[in-house]
């Protein structure tokens, strides 16, 4: 089927999706993959069952991966040679966006003018890549942060590294030059305009999602025998990356402080902890396994590496409570799942938090990150498991990846009539700029 064009309102034909620094290929909850990942992931696969074919730009960190990756019917994952396979580190990254740059604008050039209608970038490196793909190609650029660093640096967790000053003005500028900024929530919206100076007019609020028929509740004795913990456990669980930031040493603490005030309880609690080292994290890697054994609380402190999909939804079955104690968090779709399987969720109220859990409703939120918080939250949720594991079937019910399919598709039509509106106004001063007298300078509309 021939791709539509944006040159009207409608669908678009064809989207370039960049991630620069992690692959909707990786595993999530290690490395630089995480929620960002499972995003892409997962709109990608929903704008392809509209009929949006989908090309994921990401660089290549082994030499065994292919050029060309189909991720999904109508998804395809396109592998950059952007500097060294290995042992790069994402600050390490913006040297590389020339590369990258130049690798993305190759593709497109091997096909007709107006390949693509239009491109949404990942995070603020992407977005530098995408300002150039999009004075080039003459399209919208659509960006979603997923985290801000002047955010990330006001809520910095101890001992953890600010953000590089670098960041910082590489995100204003791409926040200066998007066609719209996707935010997660109304207050990464305000933080975008109070902090960066976005136009609020081009700032959109459109929440992830959670797939729905994948983390939904089910039989919790299975999911614990499949997860090898005893029926009468009390499982406290934490998923996601090891770092200062996602705070896992909150929950320890936690923890320890429950065995103290109930010494019998020691015979049923169990804290899962599902993830791998990442970012600061990777300074000192044991430091958790360390914190555990410091705190007396190794025996009922088990440390799982990332899991599957069809795997994590068990462990969110068979826990008790998650927690996420995380000092910042764009939005926090742990949280989501395990709603979505009918766990309640302690969760600290930080960002994204507020609005992806319902205090008092869906689970508990607690301000700051004291462990005697967390351990009489924890006890609270324990207390009225079965109502707040109704509310949370319920608010995360309201969440699915097809509405945020739907508003980014309505994002991209409207940022595609503002950009035609302003060629005819400006003879395309605003987007192509001194670009205009190169060959090929085509617009596709």
């Known amino acids: 089927m021939p791709a539509r064009r944006l040159h009207r309102p409608g669908t678009p034909g064809r989207v370039a999706t960049l991630s620069v620094h992690t692959s909707p290929l990786d595993q999530p909850g290690a490395g630089d993959a995480g929620g960002m990942n499972v995003y892409i992931v997962e709109v990608s696969r929903r704008l392809a069952a509209r009929g949006i074919a989908v090309d994921v730009f990401t660089r290549a960190t082994s030499s065994d991966l292919p050029p060309v990756v189909e991720m999904s019917p109508g998804v395809t994952v396109r592998h950059v040679n952007a500097g060294p396979f290995e042992g790069l580190g994402k600050e390490e990254l913006p040297g590389q966006l020339c590369a990258f740059t130049a690798a993305v604008l190759r593709e497109e050039a091997q096909h007709e003018p107006g390949y693509y209608d239009v491109v949404h970038s990942h995070y603020w490196l992407s977005g530098q890549v995408g300002w150039l793909a999009r004075d080039r190609w003459s399209v919208p650029l659509i960006h979603t942060a997923h985290t801000l660093a002047k955010v990330k640096n006001a809520a910095l967790a101890s001992g953890d590294r600010p953000e590089p000053r670098a960041r910082v003005i590489g995100e204003e500028q791409v926040v200066a030059e998007a066609d719209r900024l996707i935010a997660n929530t109304e207050e990464e919206a305000q933080q975008l305009v109070r902090h960066y100076g976005a136009d609020p007019s081009r700032t959109l609020v459109v929440p992830p999602g959670v797939d729905l028929d994948l983390f939904a509740p089910g039989d919790r004795r299975a999911a614990r025998r499949a997860i090898g913990v005893p029926e009468d456990a009390v499982l406290l669980l934490f998923v996601g990356r090891i770092q200062p930031l996602k705070a896992p040493d909150v929950l320890l603490s936690a923890a320890a402080r429950m065995l103290a005030d109930e010494p019998s309880l020691r015979s049923r609690l169990r804290v899962h902890v599902v993830g791998a080292p990442s970012g600061s994290g990777l300074d000192a890697p044991r430091q958790l ?23 994590l939804a068990d462990s969110y079955r068979a826990a008790d409570v998650t927690v996420v104690p995380s000092h910042n968090e764009s939005f926090g779709l742990v949280a989501l799942e395990a709603q979505a399987c009918g766990t309640p969720v302690v969760a600290a109220a930080v960002g994204g938090l507020r609005t992806a859990v319902r205090d008092g409703v869906s689970g508990v939120l607690v301000d700051g990150h004291d462990p005697a918080d967390y351990a009489a939250a924890i006890r609270s949720v324990l207390g009225r498991r079965e109502l707040l594991a109704a509310g949370a079937r319920r608010h995360a019910g309201q969440f699915s990846w097809e509405r945020t399919a739907d508003s980014l598709v309505a994002a991209y039509a409207s940022a595609a009539e503002e950009l035609a509106r302003s060629f005819v106004r400006t003879g395309r001063e605003r987007v192509l700029g001194p670009l205009r007298a190169l060959p090929g300078a085509q617009v596709a509309w």
Not at 289 to 311: K, N, T
């Open 289 to 311: 396994e360390e914190l555990a054994a410091s705190l007396g609380i190794a025996d009922v402190v088990h440390f799982l590496p990332p899991q599957p999909p069809e795997r």
